[in-house]
């Protein structure tokens, strides 16, 4: 059985088309959409996953869900520079990844409805505000990681931590305040989108 992607790019699918194009591994693409004849059918519900939610992967039996664990997954198993060297540069890069996903993606989801998602009759100006404040603090703790990091997450070099992180403050699009104060932020996301598999995967999404 192949490696198969299950999902659209227009979803958070995007962040391992990405990294199956870093790592330049053949792969299925299932481009499997929302709803109920996609994801929430009962096929992919019973066979894919159960809590209709994509993307998920797929991979000689093993199946697995939740975009960031995806490429934590295709990392440790293909291994290359993206992949952590070691036992504390895997620690680091879960840390990351679960950062990315508690500190970072709620507020910055939120922000993105608001400032360029949501129809424009259906954005509240209150909330984008809120949201905008809530991230200063996350941003600020990025910040001051890539200053340290001279640019990287960890082991001074693109890993997985900066694609799934990269990966989550796409959401941020609609609003550059958002890193406005955060100069080693912003260099790093345009470097990263810059990266040849990122622009490959983004321009599956049809944007």
């Given at each position: 059985m192949s490696l198969i992607l299950h999902g659209v790019a227009r979803s958070r699918a995007v962040r391992n088309l990405w990294m199956a194009k870093e790592l330049g591994?053949?792969?299925t693409h299932?481009?499997?959409g929302f709803g109920p004849t996609g994801c929430r059918s009962p096929e992919y519900m019973a066979k894919i996953n159960?809590?209709?939610h994509i993307p998920a992967l797929s991979d000689d039996g093993v199946v697995m869900w939740e975009s960031l664990a995806i490429n934590l997954y295709l990392a440790r198993?293909?291994?290359?520079?993206?992949a952590a060297?070691?036992?504390?540069?895997?620690g680091?890069?879960?840390s990351w990844s679960f950062w990315a996903v508690t500190e970072l993606e709620p507020h910055a989801v939120e922000l993105m409805r608001h400032t360029g998602g949501k129809p424009p009759a259906e954005r509240d100006p209150a909330i984008a505000a809120k949201e905008l404040a809530a991230?200063?603090?996350p941003i600020a703790v990025l910040e001051a990681a890539l200053a340290k990091g001279n640019g990287f997450l960890v082991g001074g070099r693109f890993t997985v931590a900066d694609l799934n992180v990269a990966g989550v403050a796409f959401y941020l699009r609609f609003c550059p305040e958002a890193l406005a104060a955060a100069p080693h932020v912003k260099a790093w996301y345009e470097a990263a989108m810059a990266r040849p598999a990122a622009r490959a995967a983004f321009a599956m999404r049809g944007d």
């Open positions: 591994i053949s792969f299932d481009e499997v159960p809590n209709g198993k293909f291994g290359g520079p993206l060297a070691g036992l504390a540069e895997e680091a890069m879960l991230l200063k603090a």
